[in-house]
């Protein structure tokens, strides 16, 4: 029988219960919804319907990814809009 090699990652995690969190913004979903990881441990949070940060599930990855494809297509239909009227 193998052990796992893997260690579960333990200073980061103290060093976060220390001095807390440091979130950066590792994806801008829409103008309103992005998502942060922690620099040290990688827990990773997003920005909620109500504007509020809360953990990054796979449940709210999913809904990101969804609002993202949203987002990027109505984007798209701004754009087209914007080259139409300047033609027009
Ligand atoms: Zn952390």
């Given at each position: ?24 913004v ?22 909620n ?8 599930t ?25 080259i ?5």
């Amino acid at each position: 029988m193998k052990k796992p090699t893997t260690k579960p990652a333990l200073m980061p995690k103290m060093y976060c219960n220390f001095f807390g969190h440091d979130y950066q913004v590792s994806k801008k979903v829409t103008y309103h919804v992005k998502e942060y990881t922690c620099s040290h441990c990688k827990k990773q949070l997003t920005t909620n319907s109500n504007g509020s940060l809360i953990e990054l599930t796979p449940k709210f990855k999913e809904i990101n990814a969804i609002l993202e494809r949203i987002h990027n297509s109505r984007m798209e239909r701004l754009k087209e809009k914007a080259i139409l009227s300047s033609i027009y």
